[in-house]
């Protein structure tokens, strides 16, 4: 799994950007490429938001901008713009969209992708500890027989074709450059879920 699938420049959507403490910090990497960040809340983001608009010397970054919206509700200007989007440990609503593959949730999310874009999400529940927080949204385990008899085909049909996904233990959570990859690392009860997706089709 990488965290920054191969595309070559581009618009990338960070979507639960939270902090936008991965948007910021690849934002800085990668100059060429434009980061867009969205959360339904921004008061995470009042730090990073203040710094993107320094100059570039004390840590502006101009090819950044952050939009508070919802996944139920992103705004048409962003229509056809993302080379990728990714989500990394959604939680509340977006979680619930992502890992039962709501209708309107992904058709908001393949409307953003320009065709042959990359969605990759990033899930780490903990079954015990987020009991509360499962039961609350009904999620169903992200099993391998969950994956391709319902989320799979429902991914498709929302115009994502999965080509990677899977599960990794504690000890081989890669780099993720995000302020809860970094808050949930080293929890030895949490595997990380992900799925690799492109846009196909017509929107
Ligand atoms: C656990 S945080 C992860 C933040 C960041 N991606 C990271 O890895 O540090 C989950 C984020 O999802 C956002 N979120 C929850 N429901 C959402 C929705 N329906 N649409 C957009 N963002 C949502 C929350 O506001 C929160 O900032």
Redesign the pocket.
């Known amino acids: 799994m990488t965290s920054s699938p191969p595309t070559g420049g581009g618009v990338i959507i960070?979507?639960?950007?939270?902090?936008g403490?991965?948007v910021y910090q690849s934002a800085l990497r990668h100059p060429d490429r434009f980061y867009i960040g969205?959360?339904?809340?921004s008061s995470?983001l009042e730090k990073i938001s203040e710094k993107i608009h320094r100059k570039p010397a004390k840590g502006g970054a101009p090819n950044v901008l952050f939009i508070q919206?919802?996944?139920?509700d992103l705004p048409p200007e962003l229509d056809g713009v993302a080379d990728e989007v990714h989500?990394?440990?959604?939680?509340?609503?977006?979680?619930r969209?992502l890992a039962l593959g709501d209708e309107v949730?992904l058709r908001n999310l393949r409307r953003v992708c320009a065709p042959g874009a990359w969605l990759e999400v990033v899930i780490a529940l903990d079954p015990e500890r987020d009991r509360a927080e499962i039961e609350r949204l009904g999620l169903s385990p992200l099993s391998l027989e969950f994956l391709e008899t319902t989320l799979i085909p429902r991914y498709r049909a929302a115009g994502f074709d999965i080509v990677e996904y899977g599960s990794l233990p504690p000890s081989e959570w890669p780099q993720?450059q995000?302020?809860?990859?970094r808050?949930l690392r080293g929890a030895t009860s949490r595997p990380l879920n992900f799925l690799i997706a492109r846009a196909v089709g017509d929107v």
């Not at 919206?69 to 139920?72: C, L, P, T």
């Open positions: 960070d979507l639960g950007t939270g902090d403490s991965f969205i959360d339904a809340q995470a919206a919802a996944v139920e989500a990394h440990f959604p939680w509340g609503s977006l979680l969209a949730a993720l995000t302020s809860w990859a808050r």
